[in-house]
């Protein structure tokens, strides 16, 4: 496959994954609302930053690795982020639809799991790439924790 069609999977991918969050995601709802919060927990308004930055340096990171990596690292960070935003929206879908919150905390834990050697793959392409996207999957590591936390909680 070529470049161009390694740019356009991941952007579309990104996508697929902001949708589908948002779609599920429903912080406004009496569910949600009547959790036993994490004392971690950051205030709300740090979500609405974090999540802009995280879409858009993976659409960056994507581009950049599908126009710049070679082919292998091109099909594994592919193939990587995929699976990522498939467990991504699993969490969605469980926590907030299902409320499943073990499940939930289990596939943001692969998430988490399944982003370090994007990153990986990231550094080894370009060091800003891998830079741009370490506060990305901090974020995924904090959100995990987060998980956890809520489903011991309630």
Known sequence: MNKLVFSFINIALVMIYAIGSGLWVNTGDGFYRSLKRPFWQPPDFV??????????VLIIAGIYIASNAGNFSRIIYSVLFALSVATALLWAHSFYIQHNLVLAAISLGITALLTLPMVIIAFQTQNWVGLILVPYLLWLATATSLSVGYSVLN
């Open 47 to 56: 979500f609405g930053i974090a999540w802009p930055y995280n879409f858009l």
